[in-house]
């Protein structure tokens, strides 16, 4: 019972925008979403998180869909560093649980 | 600030013997820590939830007395793979809340273990 689907791969050129798209219908009132990456062999690395309004930080920008039933991580240009796998994650009370992740390529 | 280590980065044992992980919250206290596991090429399942002072809480189909997890201080988790086997060779990463519910997680760097 996935809480959080997104594409398995996606492809981007250097210094391009990326928009990783999550889908979390089943998302509930208080759940809050978290995005994290992870490289080969290494523990996932924070990324941004929000609940309602959409999140800017310094890494990435999350815009949330209006109903919350789906969210998206933009990186406004992506670098040969941010080739990982991106998880969206619901935090449901005090765990977090993954889905499958994107592995997302950057193209020189 | 916020740093999980997690000892050792790899380890290979033998089969039928016990191996132990350490987490340690290096710059804060640590409440709640999580234990995951990775397989190749697939996303990190929880296992289970460690709680300072108190049993741990094991998800579903996860063999209590197979991983045994120990949390007995704010700023230290253990995991020990007891009897280990081929099939527990896995990607090991522990996780800890590193403020109220609004701040999220941070992560060790993992523990790549090979039984053979």
């Known amino acids: 019972d996935a809480k959080t689907t997104q594409p398995n791969s996606m492809e981007s050129n250097e210094e391009e925008p990326v928009h990783l798209p999550c889908n979390h219908s089943?998302?509930?009132?208080?759940?809050?979403i978290h995005w994290y990456r992870q490289l080969p062999s290494q523990g996932p690395e924070y990324v941004i998180h929000?609940?309602?309004s959409n999140v800017n930080n310094r890494m990435a920008s999350l815009a949330i869909a209006e109903d919350r039933k789906s969210s998206t991580l933009i990186l406004h240009r992506a670098t040969l560093r941010d080739a990982a796998v991106y998880y969206c994650?619901?935090?449901?009370?005090?765990?977090?649980?993954f889905g499958t992740g994107t592995s997302l390529t950057v193209i020189p | 600030g916020a740093v999980v280590s997690q000892h050792p980065s790899r380890v290979i044992c033998k089969s039928g013997t016990s191996v132990k992980i350490e987490c340690r919250s290096l710059?804060?206290?640590?409440?709640?820590m999580f234990w995951y596991r990775q397989f190749p090429k697939q996303s990190l399942m929880l296992m289970a939830t460690?709680?300072?002072?108190?049993?741990?809480?094991?998800e579903q189909g996860v063999e209590k007395d197979k991983f045994l997890i120990n949390h007995a201080s704010l700023t230290l988790s253990t995991l020990t793979v007891t009897s280990a086997h081929p099939e527990d060779s896995s990607f090991y990463i522990c996780?800890?809340?590193?403020?109220?519910?609004?701040?999220?997680?941070?992560f060790g760097s993992g523990t790549r273990l090979t039984v053979v």
């Open positions: 994650i619901l935090r449901m009370g005090n765990q977090f649980y």
């Open positions: 710059d804060f206290q640590a409440t709640t």
């Open positions: 460690s709680n300072e002072g108190s049993k741990a809480t094991y």
């Open positions: 996780s800890a809340s590193y403020g109220t519910g609004f701040y999220g997680y941070t």
């Open positions: 089943t998302i509930s009132g208080t759940d809050y």
């Open positions: 929000g609940l309602t």
